[in-house]
Protein backbone atom coordinates (compact mmCIF):
# COMPACT_ATOMS: atom_id res chain seq x y z
CA UNK A 1 0.00 0.00 0.00
CA UNK A 2 0.85 4.13 -0.60
CA UNK A 3 1.58 5.53 2.73
CA UNK A 4 0.09 8.94 2.67
CA UNK A 5 1.91 11.35 5.23
CA UNK A 6 0.88 14.79 6.11
CA UNK A 7 2.69 17.41 8.09
CA UNK A 8 2.31 19.05 10.04
CA UNK A 9 -0.87 17.35 12.13
CA UNK A 10 -2.21 20.17 13.49
CA UNK A 11 -2.07 23.84 13.18
CA UNK A 12 -3.13 27.22 14.60
CA UNK A 13 -3.60 30.34 12.53
CA UNK A 14 -5.33 33.32 12.65
CA UNK A 15 -8.09 34.86 10.09
CA UNK A 16 -5.91 36.17 7.04
CA UNK A 17 -3.46 34.03 7.38
CA UNK A 18 -1.47 31.88 4.58
CA UNK A 19 -2.00 28.17 5.18
CA UNK A 20 0.47 25.51 3.76
CA UNK A 21 -0.24 21.75 4.50
CA UNK A 22 2.22 19.05 2.83
CA UNK A 23 1.26 15.77 1.88
CA UNK A 24 4.72 13.11 0.88
CA UNK A 25 4.04 9.60 -1.01
CA UNK A 26 5.57 6.63 0.48
CA UNK A 27 6.68 5.99 -4.00
CA UNK A 28 5.63 8.34 -6.63
CA UNK A 29 2.00 8.95 -7.32
CA UNK A 30 2.48 11.35 -10.42
CA UNK A 31 -0.42 13.61 -10.05
CA UNK A 32 -3.34 11.24 -8.45
CA UNK A 33 -3.72 13.13 -5.60
CA UNK A 34 -7.21 14.62 -4.24
CA UNK A 35 -7.47 16.80 -0.88
CA UNK A 36 -10.54 16.66 1.33
CA UNK A 37 -11.87 18.80 3.58
CA UNK A 38 -13.97 17.83 6.55
CA UNK A 39 -15.98 19.44 9.50
CA UNK A 40 -16.70 18.01 12.73
CA UNK A 41 -20.06 15.69 12.37
CA UNK A 42 -19.59 15.91 8.56
CA UNK A 43 -18.88 13.79 5.38
CA UNK A 44 -15.19 14.65 3.69
CA UNK A 45 -15.51 17.35 1.16
CA UNK A 46 -13.76 17.32 -1.91
CA UNK A 47 -11.75 20.97 -2.85
CA UNK A 48 -8.66 19.47 -5.17
CA UNK A 49 -8.51 17.04 -7.34
CA UNK A 50 -4.84 15.95 -9.57
CA UNK A 51 -2.44 17.63 -7.59
CA UNK A 52 -3.98 21.12 -8.77
CA UNK A 53 -7.41 21.18 -10.00
CA UNK A 54 -9.95 23.00 -8.13
CA UNK A 55 -13.00 21.52 -8.01
CA UNK A 56 -16.44 23.30 -8.89
CA UNK A 57 -17.72 25.67 -6.18
CA UNK A 58 -14.71 25.55 -4.08
CA UNK A 59 -13.32 28.83 -3.30
CA UNK A 60 -10.04 30.48 -5.02
CA UNK A 61 -8.58 30.96 -1.95
CA UNK A 62 -7.38 26.91 -2.02
CA UNK A 63 -4.26 25.80 -4.15
CA UNK A 64 -2.72 22.75 -4.92
CA UNK A 65 0.70 21.88 -6.47
CA UNK A 66 3.23 18.99 -6.63
CA UNK A 67 3.38 15.82 -8.78
CA UNK A 68 5.77 12.60 -7.74
CA UNK A 69 5.81 12.46 -4.11
CA UNK A 70 5.48 15.68 -2.55
CA UNK A 71 2.29 17.92 -2.68
CA UNK A 72 1.07 21.05 -0.90
CA UNK A 73 -2.33 22.91 -0.38
CA UNK A 74 -2.51 26.11 0.46
CA UNK A 75 -5.11 28.35 1.74
CA UNK A 76 -3.94 31.44 0.32
CA UNK A 77 -6.14 33.81 3.24
CA UNK A 78 -7.99 31.48 5.92
CA UNK A 79 -11.89 32.23 6.50
CA UNK A 80 -13.55 31.16 9.38
CA UNK A 81 -15.42 28.72 7.72
CA UNK A 82 -11.94 26.83 6.51
CA UNK A 83 -11.39 25.56 10.18
CA UNK A 84 -11.49 21.98 9.60
CA UNK A 85 -9.23 18.80 9.20
CA UNK A 86 -7.58 18.22 5.33
CA UNK A 87 -7.05 15.01 4.79
CA UNK A 88 -4.73 14.32 1.12
CA UNK A 89 -5.58 11.19 -0.46
CA UNK A 90 -3.99 9.04 -3.35
CA UNK A 91 -6.15 7.16 -6.41
CA UNK A 92 -2.63 6.52 -8.15
CA UNK A 93 -2.95 2.69 -7.25
CA UNK A 94 -5.60 0.62 -5.30
CA UNK A 95 -6.07 0.59 -2.39
CA UNK A 96 -7.01 4.22 -2.05
CA UNK A 97 -5.20 5.44 1.06
CA UNK A 98 -5.22 8.88 2.93
CA UNK A 99 -3.27 11.02 5.09
CA UNK A 100 -3.50 11.07 8.67
CA UNK A 101 -4.89 14.46 8.75
CA UNK A 102 -4.18 18.15 9.40
CA UNK A 103 -6.42 19.66 11.95
CA UNK A 104 -6.35 23.69 11.08
CA UNK A 105 -7.23 25.27 14.74
CA UNK A 106 -8.07 29.09 15.55
CA UNK A 107 -4.96 30.94 17.16
CA UNK B 1 -28.07 17.36 -7.58
CA UNK B 2 -25.91 13.85 -6.68
CA UNK B 3 -27.10 12.82 -3.08
CA UNK B 4 -25.98 9.65 -1.67
CA UNK B 5 -27.84 8.46 1.81
CA UNK B 6 -26.89 5.24 3.93
CA UNK B 7 -29.08 3.28 5.71
CA UNK B 8 -28.87 0.54 7.96
CA UNK B 9 -28.52 -0.47 12.11
CA UNK B 10 -26.75 1.69 13.84
CA UNK B 11 -25.79 -0.95 15.98
CA UNK B 12 -24.46 -4.69 15.61
CA UNK B 13 -23.25 -7.50 17.43
CA UNK B 14 -19.83 -9.10 18.16
CA UNK B 15 -19.16 -12.13 15.27
CA UNK B 16 -22.42 -10.78 12.89
CA UNK B 17 -22.77 -9.30 10.00
CA UNK B 18 -22.57 -5.44 9.34
CA UNK B 19 -25.14 -4.24 6.61
CA UNK B 20 -25.87 -0.97 4.67
CA UNK B 21 -27.42 0.02 1.64
CA UNK B 22 -26.67 3.68 -0.34
CA UNK B 23 -29.23 5.12 -1.99
CA UNK B 24 -27.76 7.12 -5.24
CA UNK B 25 -30.12 10.02 -6.67
CA UNK B 26 -29.81 12.53 -8.90
CA UNK B 27 -27.17 10.22 -10.99
CA UNK B 28 -27.73 6.81 -12.32
CA UNK B 29 -25.70 4.13 -11.15
CA UNK B 30 -25.42 3.34 -14.10
CA UNK B 31 -23.29 6.13 -15.28
CA UNK B 32 -20.21 5.58 -17.32
CA UNK B 33 -17.01 6.08 -15.29
CA UNK B 34 -18.25 6.32 -11.91
CA UNK B 35 -17.56 3.26 -9.18
CA UNK B 36 -19.11 3.50 -6.37
CA UNK B 37 -17.26 3.19 -2.58
CA UNK B 38 -17.89 2.42 0.93
CA UNK B 39 -15.50 4.68 3.09
CA UNK B 40 -15.26 4.02 6.84
CA UNK B 41 -13.48 6.61 10.46
CA UNK B 42 -12.83 5.28 13.24
CA UNK B 43 -13.85 7.42 16.07
CA UNK B 44 -11.40 10.21 16.26
CA UNK B 45 -9.47 8.56 13.44
CA UNK B 46 -8.73 8.91 9.91
CA UNK B 47 -10.29 7.58 6.49
CA UNK B 48 -10.14 4.05 5.72
CA UNK B 49 -11.11 2.81 2.30
CA UNK B 50 -13.01 -0.35 1.98
CA UNK B 51 -13.61 -0.98 -1.44
CA UNK B 52 -16.12 -0.53 -4.45
CA UNK B 53 -18.01 -1.96 -7.24
CA UNK B 54 -18.74 -0.95 -10.63
CA UNK B 55 -22.34 -0.82 -12.11
CA UNK B 56 -21.14 -4.30 -13.88
CA UNK B 57 -20.76 -5.83 -10.61
CA UNK B 58 -17.10 -5.40 -10.70
CA UNK B 59 -15.19 -4.84 -7.60
CA UNK B 60 -12.30 -4.06 -5.79
CA UNK B 61 -11.51 -4.83 -2.01
CA UNK B 62 -9.12 -3.16 0.30
CA UNK B 63 -7.19 -6.34 0.92
CA UNK B 64 -7.07 -5.53 4.92
CA UNK B 65 -10.61 -6.43 4.73
CA UNK B 66 -11.32 -8.49 1.82
CA UNK B 67 -12.11 -11.88 3.29
CA UNK B 68 -14.91 -10.30 5.32
CA UNK B 69 -16.46 -7.72 2.31
CA UNK B 70 -18.84 -8.01 0.17
CA UNK B 71 -19.81 -4.97 -1.92
CA UNK B 72 -23.22 -5.42 -4.39
CA UNK B 73 -25.08 -3.48 -6.59
CA UNK B 74 -29.22 -3.12 -7.74
CA UNK B 75 -29.44 -0.85 -10.65
CA UNK B 76 -33.15 -1.53 -10.38
CA UNK B 77 -33.14 0.61 -7.29
CA UNK B 78 -30.35 2.48 -7.65
CA UNK B 79 -28.61 1.00 -4.59
CA UNK B 80 -25.23 -0.29 -3.50
CA UNK B 81 -24.92 -2.22 -0.69
CA UNK B 82 -22.18 -3.16 1.98
CA UNK B 83 -21.61 -6.31 4.15
CA UNK B 84 -19.03 -6.81 6.35
CA UNK B 85 -18.74 -10.13 8.03
CA UNK B 86 -17.39 -11.31 11.65
CA UNK B 87 -17.54 -7.81 13.07
CA UNK B 88 -15.78 -7.01 16.21
CA UNK B 89 -15.35 -3.36 18.12
CA UNK B 90 -12.84 -2.44 15.74
CA UNK B 91 -15.31 -1.97 12.69
CA UNK B 92 -16.82 0.53 15.04
CA UNK B 93 -16.66 3.71 12.90
CA UNK B 94 -18.66 5.92 10.55
CA UNK B 95 -19.30 4.46 7.47
CA UNK B 96 -19.79 6.39 4.31
CA UNK B 97 -20.39 5.90 0.31
CA UNK B 98 -19.13 7.59 -1.96
CA UNK B 99 -19.30 8.23 -5.71
CA UNK B 100 -16.06 7.48 -6.77
CA UNK B 101 -15.31 9.68 -10.18
CA UNK B 102 -13.61 7.92 -12.89
CA UNK B 103 -12.20 5.84 -10.14
CA UNK B 104 -9.52 8.41 -8.76
CA UNK B 105 -12.15 11.04 -7.08
CA UNK B 106 -14.59 10.85 -4.13
CA UNK B 107 -16.74 14.07 -5.36
CA UNK B 108 -19.95 13.19 -3.84
CA UNK B 109 -20.24 11.16 -0.06
CA UNK B 110 -23.16 10.22 1.87
CA UNK B 111 -23.54 12.06 5.36
CA UNK B 112 -22.02 8.82 7.09
CA UNK B 113 -24.05 6.50 9.33
CA UNK B 114 -21.75 5.40 12.49
CA UNK B 115 -22.36 1.97 12.94
CA UNK B 116 -21.43 0.78 16.79
CA UNK B 117 -20.35 -2.80 17.58
CA UNK B 118 -21.47 -3.84 21.31
CA UNK B 119 -23.62 -6.68 22.46
Known amino acids: DIQMTQSPSSLSASVGDRVTITCRASQTISSYLNWYQQKPGKAPKLLIYAASSLQSGVPSRFSGSGSGTDFTLSISSLQPEDFATYYCQQSYSTPRTFGQGTNVEIK | QVQLQESGPGLVKPSQTLSLTCTVS??????????WSWIRQHPGKGLEWIGY???????YYNPSLKSRVTISVDTSKNQFSLKLSSVTAADTAVYYC???????????WGQGTLVTVSS
Open chain 2, 98 to 108: ARDRDGYTFDY
Open chain 2, 53 to 59: IYYSGST
Open chain 2, 26 to 35: GDSIRSSGYY
